[in-house]
């Protein structure tokens, strides 16, 4: 793939090929999109034989961090005489991240044989889904899916004649941002309060109820039928060569055509933009995130730094969960920073000290500077603190909150210094609406000299 190939070629719709079917999420639907071949060729094969095709491909976690996924399955320890647990992790709540949950609504199936494939590798006979339980109709939809597969015999005993048995759980979770970080996320299945948990021991130690367990990211789990179905040679051909393979590239925010792009790993900003009809008519680029509110923000600087995990990493970012939330120049940095700092805020668990006393006083500073009433100093303290969270708390969470702090002041401290100097916002919070350029499109225009001079 290069950059002066045509916009359109650069898709690879696999996860979604089927989104604009009738009744994309049946199970009807999934089987005219070659839906468990995949599963019938993982299970002819040794599980370890199946572990190590996953790790070969190179797949790795949609979830945000890129761990291999093989690898993360071979560290269950075998002939341990314990259970295994799968969970599948989709909480997703993270601000601009959207991919997971189109993803279950549209084609639920793909999920359903992945967990299949991955429960025979690790040996697991009980999976779970954690849901985020604000999204009611994908639950049902989940359950729907789920009781399709047991009834096509893809789940429950004795799965196509091979002998493996598996059941799955689904488990909405209550709305909150931490439990989808893994160790909050088990402790929450586990009927407590999600918040982290010390490590080691690692959860393929000892996760679920203390036996080993892999957690898995929706959108890794769903990728894997088709890498048993065409092919680790396929996979490996698509993306780059650390980063290969498919993914769902979602845009939101100040852009034409907002949803999800799923593309070959590597393609570039740019090349999304040309695909989905830019940044909003008449407008122009300013800061974008690569993989959701945690990444530090990138500039119109970054159009051409490859989408995958080396590329965003050696420009100073995260890919993250290829969150894309594009902002243009009508949008305050200051008050976007602070919203997202409120997000944080409110979602730290409070288990740690630099987090939960960190993201309070930031939204503090963020907000008295926003409304022009920041003091010298304020953007000192404001990467002081964000220094002292980020690295020195207890999970990711405090990282994520720091991010956008001493990003937006390396790319638009001036911003920052002139709502010092002006004692006020420059911007007004109407103009980065969508409804916007609507509204100033129907207002009356002012008469031109012909017109008052006819
Ligand atoms: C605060 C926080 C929230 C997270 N939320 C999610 C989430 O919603 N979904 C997810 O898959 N991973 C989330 N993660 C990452 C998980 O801890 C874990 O790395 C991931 O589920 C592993 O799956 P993968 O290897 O397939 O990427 C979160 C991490 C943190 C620190
Ligand atoms: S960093 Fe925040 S969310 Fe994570 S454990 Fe500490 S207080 Fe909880």
Known sequence: MTATEPAEKLLSPVLSASWDDHRPWSLET????????GLRKALAMDPDALIALVKESGLRGRGGAGFPTGLKWQFIPQNDGKPHYLVVNADESEPGTCKDIPLLFANPHALIEGMVIASYAIRCEHAFIYLRGEVVPVLRRLHAAVAEAYQAGYLGRDILGSGVDLDITVHAGAGAYICGEETALLDSLEGRRGQPRL??????????????????????????????????????SLGTEKSPGFTLYSLSGHVTNPGQYEAPLGVTLRQLLDISGGVRSGHRLKFWTPGGSSTPMFTDEHLDVPLDYEGVGAAGSMLGTKALQIFDETTCVVRAVTRWTEFYAHESCGKCTPCREGTYWLVQLLKRIEAGAGEAGDLEKLLDIADNINGKSFCALGDGAASPISSSLQYFRAEYEQHLAERRCPFDPAAATVWADAKQAKAPQPATEREVHA
């Open 199 to 236: 490590r080691p021991p690692f959860p393929a130690i000892a996760g679920l109820y203390a036996c080993p367990t892999v957690v898995n990211n929706v959108e890794s789990i769903a990728s894997v039928p088709s890498i048993l179905a065409r092919g680790k040679e396929w996979f490996t």
């Open 30 to 37: 999934y089987h005219r999109h070659e839906g468990y071949q």
